[in-house]
């Protein structure tokens, strides 16, 4: 079955800086999705990805999926506190149906 | 505020109840999905509904089972409840079968005592 590994599992960054989660997947992923989580509340969407090389950005948030589909980096510019919460991948498994399996979760903390 | 619209946000309940976790999809889709995530498992997906059929299973207990009406609202109804079930319930929805994009409720808190 498909596994989604995302690192680092926790990060804490000054306000300022720029961070990377990365999500790796153990078969080509044929939809990435990135969620925000806050603690114990709803995801919410932030993008997806369907095309190997695809990029797509979102105010300060820039996402990847590689030319091969097997990974895909979330990329904050200039972070912020309000950028703190649960990043979640999630991706399609084979087959076409919307049964996302999901990452762990990266936590970040965003310090002033 | 993604549309999709859960009930009841938070419940306690005793070992070895049954309770019933209602969803709304946003208005429009006929996909809706039912997820668990707890501390030890994280998000795990559990059942999808399309336009009232069941399309995909997950890691659903036979204990628990769901339900897509034909107003599109579905329930997740959990039985002989165990202090394990103790999770946060999310209900998703999207507009058709596959390849688009799934929008979370804000999900239902369930413990079990």
Known sequence: ?112 | DSGVTQTPKHLITATGQRVTLRCSPRSGDLSVYWYQQSLDQGLQFLIHYYNGEERAKGNILERFSAQQFPDLHSELNLSSLELGDSALYFCASSPYVSGNTIYFGEGSWLTVV
């Not at chain 1, 044929?30 to 509340?41: C, F, I, N, T, V």
């Not at chain 1, 979102?58 to 979330?74: G, R």
């Open chain 1, 1 to 112: 079955s498909q596994e989604l590994e995302q690192s680092p599992q926790s990060l804490i960054v000054q306000e300022g800086k720029n961070l990377t989660i990365n999500c790796t997947s153990s078969k080509t992923l044929y939809g990435l999705y990135w969620y925000k989580q806050k603690y114990g509340e709803g995801l919410i969407f932030l993008m997806m990805l369907q095309k190997g090389g695809e990029e797509k950005s979102h105010e300060k948030i820039t996402a990847k999926l590689d030319e091969k589909k097997q990974q895909s980096s979330l990329h904050i510019t200039a972070s912020q506190p309000s950028h703190a919460g649960i990043y979640l991948c999630g991706a399609d498994p084979p087959g076409g149906y919307n049964k996302l399996i999901f990452g762990a979760g990266t936590r970040l903390a965003v310090h002033p």
